[in-house]
Protein backbone atom coordinates (compact mmCIF):
# COMPACT_ATOMS: atom_id res chain seq x y z
CA UNK A 1 0.00 0.00 0.00
CA UNK A 2 0.88 3.31 -1.00
CA UNK A 3 1.93 5.86 2.01
CA UNK A 4 0.67 9.62 1.23
CA UNK A 5 3.61 12.23 2.15
CA UNK A 6 2.56 14.29 4.39
CA UNK A 7 1.73 17.89 3.40
CA UNK A 8 3.98 21.10 5.43
CA UNK A 9 1.76 23.07 6.98
CA UNK A 10 3.47 25.95 5.99
CA UNK A 11 2.04 25.42 2.16
CA UNK A 12 -0.85 25.09 2.88
CA UNK A 13 -3.34 28.14 2.43
CA UNK A 14 -4.60 29.80 5.48
CA UNK A 15 -8.55 29.64 5.88
CA UNK A 16 -10.61 31.77 3.68
CA UNK A 17 -11.38 33.66 7.00
CA UNK A 18 -7.92 34.41 7.62
CA UNK A 19 -7.36 34.87 4.47
CA UNK A 20 -10.43 38.02 4.25
CA UNK A 21 -8.63 39.41 7.85
CA UNK A 22 -5.04 39.74 5.90
CA UNK A 23 -6.89 41.61 2.73
CA UNK A 24 -8.75 43.45 4.89
CA UNK A 25 -6.29 44.84 7.29
CA UNK A 26 -6.26 48.78 7.10
CA UNK A 27 -3.05 50.19 5.96
CA UNK A 28 -0.82 52.06 8.32
CA UNK A 29 0.30 54.84 5.70
CA UNK A 30 -2.29 57.80 4.78
CA UNK A 31 -1.81 57.37 1.35
CA UNK A 32 0.36 54.76 0.34
CA UNK A 33 4.29 53.44 1.69
CA UNK A 34 6.00 55.78 -1.12
CA UNK A 35 3.59 58.67 -1.45
CA UNK A 36 3.86 58.85 2.69
CA UNK A 37 7.79 58.94 2.54
CA UNK A 38 7.64 61.63 -0.24
CA UNK A 39 5.44 64.05 0.85
CA UNK A 40 4.79 63.06 4.76
CA UNK A 41 8.01 61.20 6.13
CA UNK A 42 11.11 62.59 4.89
CA UNK A 43 10.83 66.23 3.76
CA UNK A 44 12.19 67.36 6.70
CA UNK A 45 15.48 65.73 7.10
CA UNK A 46 15.30 66.42 3.11
CA UNK A 47 14.69 69.78 2.88
CA UNK A 48 17.49 70.18 6.32
CA UNK A 49 20.09 68.69 3.80
CA UNK A 50 18.97 70.75 0.90
CA UNK A 51 19.69 73.35 3.25
CA UNK A 52 22.83 72.50 4.19
CA UNK A 53 23.76 71.96 0.29
CA UNK A 54 22.67 75.75 -1.02
CA UNK A 55 24.57 77.13 1.82
CA UNK A 56 27.57 79.43 1.19
CA UNK A 57 26.59 78.47 -2.38
CA UNK A 58 25.67 81.49 -4.98
CA UNK A 59 22.49 80.35 -5.31
CA UNK A 60 21.87 81.43 -1.60
CA UNK A 61 24.10 84.29 -1.23
CA UNK A 62 24.26 85.96 -4.87
CA UNK A 63 21.84 88.84 -5.23
CA UNK A 64 19.93 90.00 -8.45
CA UNK A 65 16.87 92.70 -9.08
CA UNK A 66 13.69 90.77 -9.33
CA UNK A 67 10.93 93.71 -9.78
CA UNK A 68 12.66 96.41 -8.43
CA UNK A 69 13.49 93.48 -5.19
CA UNK A 70 17.11 92.68 -4.50
CA UNK A 71 16.73 88.92 -3.94
CA UNK A 72 18.82 85.47 -4.46
CA UNK A 73 17.55 82.51 -5.81
CA UNK A 74 16.56 80.28 -2.88
CA UNK A 75 14.82 83.56 -1.32
CA UNK A 76 13.03 83.85 -4.31
CA UNK A 77 11.93 80.13 -5.08
CA UNK A 78 10.98 79.72 -1.13
CA UNK A 79 9.19 82.91 -1.52
CA UNK A 80 7.13 81.69 -4.53
CA UNK A 81 6.92 78.26 -2.46
CA UNK A 82 5.52 79.92 0.75
CA UNK A 83 2.51 81.52 -0.88
CA UNK A 84 1.62 79.50 -3.21
CA UNK A 85 1.14 76.53 -0.56
CA UNK A 86 -1.23 79.30 1.71
CA UNK A 87 -3.04 80.20 -1.57
CA UNK A 88 -3.54 76.36 -1.66
CA UNK A 89 -6.09 76.65 0.81
CA UNK A 90 -8.84 77.98 -1.42
CA UNK A 91 -9.30 74.98 -3.48
CA UNK A 92 -10.33 73.29 -0.19
CA UNK A 93 -12.58 76.15 1.27
CA UNK A 94 -14.36 77.93 -1.80
CA UNK A 95 -13.74 75.85 -4.05
CA UNK A 96 -15.38 72.16 -2.49
CA UNK A 97 -19.21 73.19 -2.68
CA UNK A 98 -19.77 71.10 -0.26
CA UNK A 99 -17.28 72.79 2.25
CA UNK A 100 -18.06 76.38 0.96
CA UNK A 101 -21.74 76.05 1.74
CA UNK A 102 -21.20 75.18 5.58
CA UNK A 103 -19.18 78.39 6.04
CA UNK A 104 -20.47 80.52 3.72
CA UNK A 105 -19.77 83.85 6.66
CA UNK A 106 -16.14 82.91 6.95
CA UNK A 107 -15.70 82.07 3.41
CA UNK A 108 -17.12 84.79 1.83
CA UNK A 109 -17.62 87.71 4.08
CA UNK A 110 -14.73 87.35 6.62
CA UNK A 111 -11.66 87.97 4.04
CA UNK A 112 -13.66 91.02 2.80
CA UNK A 113 -14.27 92.56 6.09
CA UNK A 114 -10.61 91.65 7.13
CA UNK A 115 -9.32 92.88 3.93
CA UNK A 116 -11.39 96.60 4.15
CA UNK A 117 -10.24 96.76 7.90
CA UNK A 118 -6.86 96.64 7.08
CA UNK A 119 -6.37 99.14 4.03
CA UNK A 120 -8.80 101.39 6.87
CA UNK A 121 -6.66 101.35 9.56
CA UNK A 122 -2.72 101.46 9.89
CA UNK A 123 -3.52 99.93 13.37
CA UNK A 124 -5.35 96.53 12.14
CA UNK A 125 -2.49 96.30 9.20
CA UNK A 126 -0.03 95.90 11.67
CA UNK A 127 -1.62 93.70 14.21
CA UNK A 128 -2.22 91.37 11.20
CA UNK A 129 0.58 91.47 10.18
CA UNK A 130 2.49 90.89 13.64
CA UNK A 131 -0.18 88.24 14.45
CA UNK A 132 0.34 86.03 11.12
CA UNK A 133 4.06 85.67 12.46
CA UNK A 134 2.96 84.03 14.99
CA UNK A 135 0.11 82.08 14.30
CA UNK A 136 2.53 80.72 11.20
CA UNK A 137 4.32 79.09 13.93
CA UNK A 138 1.34 77.69 15.74
CA UNK A 139 0.08 76.36 12.80
CA UNK A 140 3.12 74.70 11.04
CA UNK A 141 3.12 72.82 14.75
CA UNK A 142 -0.49 71.87 14.12
CA UNK A 143 0.70 70.78 10.98
CA UNK A 144 2.76 67.66 12.52
CA UNK A 145 0.57 66.87 15.14
CA UNK A 146 -2.23 66.56 12.68
CA UNK A 147 -0.21 63.76 10.13
CA UNK A 148 0.39 62.52 13.86
CA UNK A 149 -2.51 61.91 14.90
CA UNK A 150 -3.88 60.81 11.77
CA UNK A 151 -0.68 58.12 11.81
CA UNK A 152 -1.94 57.04 15.61
CA UNK A 153 -5.65 56.52 13.89
CA UNK A 154 -4.02 54.01 11.26
CA UNK A 155 -2.29 52.45 13.50
CA UNK A 156 -5.62 51.44 15.33
CA UNK A 157 -5.59 53.34 18.54
CA UNK A 158 -8.56 55.45 20.32
CA UNK A 159 -8.56 59.03 18.63
CA UNK A 160 -8.17 60.49 21.74
CA UNK A 161 -5.71 59.21 23.62
CA UNK A 162 -2.59 60.83 23.88
CA UNK A 163 -4.11 64.11 21.87
CA UNK A 164 -3.53 66.16 24.13
CA UNK A 165 0.14 64.74 25.23
CA UNK A 166 0.76 65.44 21.09
CA UNK A 167 -0.71 68.52 21.12
CA UNK A 168 1.64 69.79 23.90
CA UNK A 169 5.13 67.78 22.70
CA UNK A 170 4.63 69.24 18.91
CA UNK A 171 3.99 73.12 20.33
CA UNK A 172 8.01 72.12 22.05
CA UNK A 173 9.22 70.76 19.71
CA UNK A 174 8.34 73.80 16.92
CA UNK A 175 7.92 76.83 18.92
CA UNK A 176 10.20 75.99 21.52
CA UNK A 177 13.15 76.06 19.51
CA UNK A 178 12.29 79.07 17.96
CA UNK A 179 11.83 81.09 21.38
CA UNK A 180 14.97 79.71 22.74
CA UNK A 181 17.86 80.01 19.70
CA UNK A 182 19.16 81.34 17.33
CA UNK A 183 16.21 82.60 15.15
CA UNK A 184 13.66 84.27 18.06
CA UNK A 185 14.67 87.12 17.46
CA UNK A 186 13.69 87.51 13.47
CA UNK A 187 10.34 86.53 14.88
CA UNK A 188 10.19 88.59 17.73
CA UNK A 189 11.70 91.99 15.74
CA UNK A 190 7.97 92.06 13.93
CA UNK A 191 6.84 93.61 16.69
CA UNK A 192 8.95 96.88 15.83
CA UNK A 193 6.31 97.01 12.94
CA UNK A 194 4.09 99.26 15.51
CA UNK A 195 6.71 101.76 15.34
CA UNK A 196 4.76 102.99 12.45
CA UNK A 197 1.93 103.61 14.80
CA UNK A 198 3.82 105.18 17.85
CA UNK A 199 2.91 102.21 20.10
CA UNK A 200 6.17 102.06 22.50
CA UNK A 201 4.34 98.88 24.42
CA UNK A 202 4.72 96.39 21.38
CA UNK A 203 8.08 98.18 20.10
CA UNK A 204 9.89 97.93 23.95
CA UNK A 205 9.14 94.06 22.93
CA UNK A 206 11.83 92.73 21.06
CA UNK A 207 14.50 94.53 23.27
CA UNK A 208 12.83 93.08 26.15
CA UNK A 209 13.16 89.36 24.98
CA UNK A 210 16.67 90.63 23.81
CA UNK A 211 17.74 91.39 26.95
CA UNK A 212 15.99 88.21 28.84
CA UNK A 213 17.14 85.46 26.20
CA UNK A 214 19.27 83.71 28.08
CA UNK A 215 16.73 83.19 31.11
CA UNK A 216 13.69 82.22 28.15
CA UNK A 217 16.34 79.66 26.83
CA UNK A 218 16.83 78.29 30.27
CA UNK A 219 13.18 77.94 31.06
CA UNK A 220 11.95 76.14 27.86
CA UNK A 221 14.89 73.80 28.21
CA UNK A 222 13.89 72.59 31.50
CA UNK A 223 10.13 72.79 30.89
CA UNK A 224 10.64 71.09 27.54
CA UNK A 225 12.93 68.96 29.04
CA UNK A 226 10.62 67.72 31.83
CA UNK A 227 7.66 67.06 29.66
CA UNK A 228 9.59 65.11 27.30
CA UNK A 229 10.21 62.48 30.35
CA UNK A 230 6.33 62.47 30.88
CA UNK A 231 5.78 62.59 27.35
CA UNK A 232 7.66 59.17 27.11
CA UNK A 233 6.48 57.81 30.66
CA UNK A 234 2.66 59.07 29.73
CA UNK A 235 3.17 57.08 26.38
CA UNK A 236 4.39 53.66 27.89
CA UNK A 237 1.47 53.59 30.24
CA UNK A 238 -0.64 53.97 27.18
CA UNK A 239 1.32 51.22 25.47
CA UNK A 240 0.32 49.00 28.47
CA UNK A 241 -3.35 49.64 27.71
CA UNK A 242 -3.23 48.39 24.37
CA UNK A 243 -1.49 51.28 22.63
CA UNK A 244 -0.10 50.35 19.77
CA UNK A 245 2.77 52.15 18.91
CA UNK A 246 2.55 53.47 15.00
CA UNK A 247 6.51 53.48 13.33
CA UNK A 248 5.58 56.51 11.13
CA UNK A 249 3.87 58.77 13.78
CA UNK A 250 7.40 57.72 15.92
CA UNK A 251 9.79 58.41 12.86
CA UNK A 252 8.08 61.83 11.82
CA UNK A 253 7.73 63.48 15.51
CA UNK A 254 11.35 62.10 16.14
CA UNK A 255 12.67 63.73 12.51
CA UNK A 256 10.43 66.55 12.74
CA UNK A 257 11.76 67.50 16.05
CA UNK A 258 15.67 66.63 15.70
CA UNK A 259 15.81 69.41 12.44
CA UNK A 260 13.37 72.40 14.07
CA UNK A 261 15.92 72.25 17.63
CA UNK A 262 19.03 71.81 15.15
CA UNK A 263 17.53 74.42 12.25
CA UNK A 264 15.83 76.92 14.70
CA UNK A 265 17.43 76.53 17.42
CA UNK A 266 21.37 76.71 15.88
CA UNK A 267 20.57 77.71 12.45
CA UNK A 268 24.11 76.85 11.94
CA UNK A 269 23.92 77.24 8.07
CA UNK A 270 21.98 80.11 7.80
CA UNK A 271 19.31 78.39 5.99
CA UNK A 272 16.81 78.31 8.85
CA UNK A 273 13.41 79.67 7.40
CA UNK A 274 14.46 77.92 4.08
CA UNK A 275 14.26 74.48 5.19
CA UNK A 276 11.54 74.89 8.06
CA UNK A 277 9.23 76.39 5.61
CA UNK A 278 10.36 74.50 2.70
CA UNK A 279 9.12 70.75 4.09
CA UNK A 280 6.28 72.50 5.59
CA UNK A 281 4.92 73.63 2.71
CA UNK A 282 5.75 70.78 0.52
CA UNK A 283 3.44 68.51 3.18
CA UNK A 284 0.84 70.92 2.61
CA UNK A 285 0.79 70.29 -0.83
CA UNK A 286 0.99 66.29 -0.61
CA UNK A 287 -1.90 66.39 1.75
CA UNK A 288 -4.00 68.76 -0.63
CA UNK A 289 -3.42 66.51 -3.50
CA UNK A 290 -4.24 63.72 -1.78
CA UNK A 291 -7.55 64.19 -0.47
CA UNK A 292 -9.03 67.32 -2.83
CA UNK A 293 -7.27 65.82 -6.36
CA UNK A 294 -11.13 64.70 -7.35
CA UNK A 295 -12.17 68.15 -6.37
CA UNK A 296 -9.87 69.51 -8.26
CA UNK A 297 -10.29 67.68 -11.63
CA UNK A 298 -13.92 68.96 -11.37
CA UNK A 299 -12.76 72.46 -10.72
CA UNK A 300 -10.76 72.35 -13.90
CA UNK A 301 -14.14 70.29 -15.64
CA UNK A 302 -11.14 66.75 -16.02
CA UNK A 303 -12.35 64.28 -14.40
CA UNK A 304 -13.86 62.43 -17.37
CA UNK A 305 -11.04 63.01 -19.60
CA UNK A 306 -7.94 60.08 -20.05
CA UNK A 307 -4.98 62.80 -18.89
CA UNK A 308 -7.38 64.68 -16.58
CA UNK A 309 -5.22 63.96 -13.85
CA UNK A 310 -2.64 65.47 -14.79
CA UNK A 311 -4.12 68.53 -16.29
CA UNK A 312 -5.86 68.85 -12.78
CA UNK A 313 -2.73 68.94 -10.78
CA UNK A 314 -0.91 71.32 -13.57
CA UNK A 315 -3.52 73.73 -13.31
CA UNK A 316 -3.58 73.80 -9.55
CA UNK A 317 -0.08 74.24 -9.15
CA UNK A 318 0.11 76.74 -12.22
CA UNK A 319 -2.45 78.77 -10.44
CA UNK A 320 -0.89 78.88 -6.68
CA UNK A 321 2.61 79.55 -8.49
CA UNK A 322 1.58 82.16 -10.33
CA UNK A 323 -0.11 83.88 -6.88
CA UNK A 324 3.49 83.09 -5.09
CA UNK A 325 5.00 84.81 -8.49
CA UNK A 326 2.91 88.42 -8.15
CA UNK A 327 3.34 88.12 -4.13
CA UNK A 328 7.35 88.53 -4.79
CA UNK A 329 7.08 90.65 -7.07
CA UNK A 330 4.45 93.17 -5.86
CA UNK A 331 5.32 96.05 -4.39
CA UNK A 332 3.92 95.16 -0.72
CA UNK A 333 5.11 98.22 0.76
CA UNK A 334 1.58 99.47 -0.48
CA UNK A 335 -0.56 98.47 2.06
CA UNK A 336 -3.85 97.52 -0.56
CA UNK A 337 -1.33 95.29 -2.09
CA UNK A 338 0.21 93.86 1.16
CA UNK A 339 -3.40 93.28 2.94
CA UNK A 340 -4.03 90.94 0.19
CA UNK A 341 -1.49 88.89 0.70
CA UNK A 342 -2.15 89.09 4.53
CA UNK A 343 -5.57 88.29 3.88
CA UNK A 344 -4.74 85.26 2.25
CA UNK A 345 -2.25 84.27 5.14
CA UNK A 346 -4.33 84.62 7.37
CA UNK A 347 -7.43 82.62 6.11
CA UNK A 348 -4.84 79.68 4.92
CA UNK A 349 -4.11 79.64 8.87
CA UNK A 350 -7.65 79.96 9.68
CA UNK A 351 -9.43 77.19 7.68
CA UNK A 352 -6.86 74.73 8.11
CA UNK A 353 -7.91 74.91 11.73
CA UNK A 354 -11.70 73.37 11.32
CA UNK A 355 -11.91 72.68 6.93
CA UNK A 356 -9.10 69.45 7.61
CA UNK A 357 -10.39 68.65 11.32
CA UNK A 358 -7.43 68.37 12.70
CA UNK A 359 -7.83 70.91 16.09
CA UNK A 360 -10.39 68.32 16.55
CA UNK A 361 -11.20 65.10 18.21
CA UNK A 362 -11.61 63.08 14.79
CA UNK A 363 -7.93 62.83 14.65
Not at 76 to 101: D, M, P
Not at 158 to 181: M, S, V
Not at 227 to 238: I, P, S
Request: proline share 4%; net charge neutral.
Amino acid sequence: MSRRKPTKASKQPPPPARQQAVAQRPSEYIVSPVYDCVFFLLPPTAALCLGILISDSGFANDNFIFYDHDVTWSGLLIGIFIHAHLFAVFFRSHGNASIRQLHPYRFLLVPVVLYLAMISSLWVLITVSVLATFWDVYHSALQTFGFARIYDRKAGNNPLAGRRLDWYLNQFLYTGPILAGATMMDHIEDFGEYEEVGASFFTSIPGFMDANHGSVTWLILIAGGAFLAYYVWANLQLQKQGHVVSLQKVYLLVSTGAVSIYTWGFNTFGEAFFIMNFFHALQYFGIVWAFEKKNIMRIFRVEHLAFGKPLALAGFLGIVGLYGFWVEAADTSIDALWAITLVVSIMHFWYDGFVWSVSKKQV
